[in-house]
């Protein structure tokens, strides 16, 4: 959703006296939350290692669910000045170091778990496969905002609305597997 909205997120967490600037800026702040997946990787892969990989996925989902919904919440550039574009930087690394312990973590815990040998592949492709989904799902959403809200509502709260609906969808996903894992 970062991605999508970059237009707005810019116009919000950056002075306007450069447009192309500001989006370039909220650009490389999308890319440090990459950036910070593989240090994800290494401290839940270490932490799983240690304490399993149910505290794991508990972990990773809030802290991805926390830093989605403070992201959506977070007030710009207008009333904290610098620190709001470095509170969202800190809010994407957090992301991306959650989403480094996610994605290989259940990975594993799915190659791990399974009883058929023969179909490890298959079920990480699932895996994989969801996450596509929750991109195109995310576009969606994009569109249908888009569409039903104008530029001015878009930048003054419509950007908000994917990350709110994100941290909601952490939650319950968080409750899903405390029930399933």
Same mark, same amino acid.
């Given at each position: 959703?970062?991605?999508?909205? &970059?237009?707005?997120?810019?116009?919000?967490?950056?002075?306007?006296?450069?447009?192309?600037?500001?989006?370039?800026?909220?650009? *490389?702040?999308? &890319? +440090?939350?990459?950036?910070?997946?593989?240090?994800?990787?290494?401290? !839940?892969?270490? +932490?799983?290692?240690?304490?399993?990989?149910?505290?794991?996925?508990?972990?990773?989902?809030?802290?991805?669910?926390?830093?989605?919904?403070?992201?959506?919440?977070?007030?710009?550039?207008?009333?904290?000045?610098?620190?709001?574009?470095?509170?969202?930087?800190?809010?994407?690394?957090?992301?991306?170091?959650?989403? *480094? *312990?996610?994605?290989?973590?259940?990975?594993?815990?799915?190659?791990?778990?399974? !009883?058929?040998?023969?179909?490890?592949?298959?079920?990480?492709?699932?895996?994989?496969?969801?996450?596509?989904?929750?991109?195109?799902?995310?576009?969606?959403?994009?569109?249908?905002?888009?569409?039903?809200?104008?530029?001015?509502?878009?930048?003054? =709260?419509? =950007?908000?609305?994917?990350?709110?609906?994100?941290?909601? &969808?952490?939650?319950?996903?968080?409750?899903?597997?405390?029930?399933?894992?």
């Amino acid at each position: 959703m970062y991605a999508l909205f &970059a237009p707005y997120i810019s116009e919000v967490f950056f002075p306007n006296d450069d447009k192309i600037t500001a989006l370039l800026m909220t650009f *490389g702040i999308f &890319a +440090i939350g990459y950036f910070a997946r593989p240090l994800g990787g290494i401290v !839940f892969g270490f +932490i799983g290692d240690k304490l399993g990989r149910r505290y794991t996925f508990s972990v990773s989902i809030l802290l991805m669910a926390c830093c989605t919904l403070l992201i959506g919440l977070l007030p710009g550039y207008s009333h904290l000045g610098i620190l709001a574009p470095i509170l969202l930087t800190l809010l994407r690394i957090i992301q991306g170091v959650s989403l *480094g *312990g996610e994605i290989p973590g259940s990975s594993i815990f799915t190659a791990e778990h399974l !009883f058929d040998k023969n179909k490890r592949g298959f079920a990480v492709g699932i895996i994989f496969m969801c996450i596509t989904l929750g991109n195109v799902l995310g576009g969606l959403t994009g569109a249908v905002l888009t569409h039903h809200f104008n530029q001015s509502q878009m930048i003054s =709260w419509g =950007w908000r609305i994917p990350f709110m609906i994100g941290f909601i &969808a952490g939650i319950v996903s968080f409750f899903l597997r405390k029930k399933t894992i």
